[in-house]
């Protein structure tokens, strides 16, 4: 009887080795634990013990599917994890990207601050706003409350008719009138700095009207403290 059992487990190793079993098919894994317990409890108790090898067999089978369902969720495990990595990296890739462009604009917003310059014009002989000069100031009014952390320089200045007295005077009162009116808008005084150049800084020649109606204006320069602090430095 021994040769016997020894004949059946010979046999179902030889199904385990078989093409189907190395490409480690569940079913054929499972066919062959149920053939190979149906003839071991054939050879060992005739038709009953056929029965009870095959209940053994077909138990062997299940936790032979159990177990590759195990080893199948393992690789999917795995494979989840390295999918997850991959994510990481992309995730960390795309925020340095995100990182380096919000710094560029930082830089470009600093470069166009620092040669920003607005100005307002006005009639000859006039500290009276223009209507178009009151709408730029209501755009400027609007740009500097979502920009609590600027302040702004107001320098008057005229054409060079008129005596420098008056004209000192002139320009004092036309970056006054500027001042008023973004005070009026709700800017606090303390981010307004005012200055008066009168005529000094002309560059019209004699006699060149065109030319005096660009200096009839009040220059408006945006600025950061912190960059103001800077240049004073140097």
Do not use: W
């Not at 149920?34 to 009953?48: M, Q, R």
């Not at 159990?66 to 991959?86: C, G, P, R, T």
């Amino acid at each position: 009887m021994k040769k016997v059992i020894a004949a059946s487990i010979a046999i179902a190793t030889c199904a385990l080795n078989t093409p189907a079993a190395k490409a480690d098919y569940t079913e054929v894994k499972q066919g062959t634990a149920f053939t190979t317990g149906s003839v071991v409890g054939a050879v060992l108790g005739g038709p009953i013990g056929m029965f009870i090898g095959a209940l053994g067999g077909a138990y062997v089978a299940e936790q032979i599917k159990q177990v590759d369902q195990q080893e199948d969720l393992a690789v999917a495990l795995v494979q989840a994890e390295q999918q997850s990595k991959v994510l990481s990296l992309e995730l960390a890739k795309r925020n340095a990207e995100l990182a380096e462009r919000e710094e560029n604009l930082a830089q470009l917003q600093d470069l166009a601050l620092d040669k920003l310059q607005l100005q307002v014009m006005f009639h000859t002989g006039s500290d009276v706003l223009t209507e178009q000069g009151a709408q730029q100031l209501q755009s400027l009014a609007t740009f500097l409350q979502k920009n609590a952390d600027l302040v702004i320089h107001l320098n008057g200045h005229t054409d060079p008719r008129g005596t420098d007295e008056y004209n000192n005077v002139l320009s004092q009162y036309r970056a006054i009138s500027v001042q008023q009116a973004l005070e009026a808008q709700g800017i606090e005084p303390d981010r307004i700095a005012v200055s008066a150049y009168g005529s000094g800084q002309s560059r019209a020649n004699r006699g060149d009207l065109e030319a005096y109606a660009l200096e009839r204006r009040v220059d408006i320069d945006i600025i950061k403290p912190a960059q103001e602090a800077m240049a004073m430095g140097h």
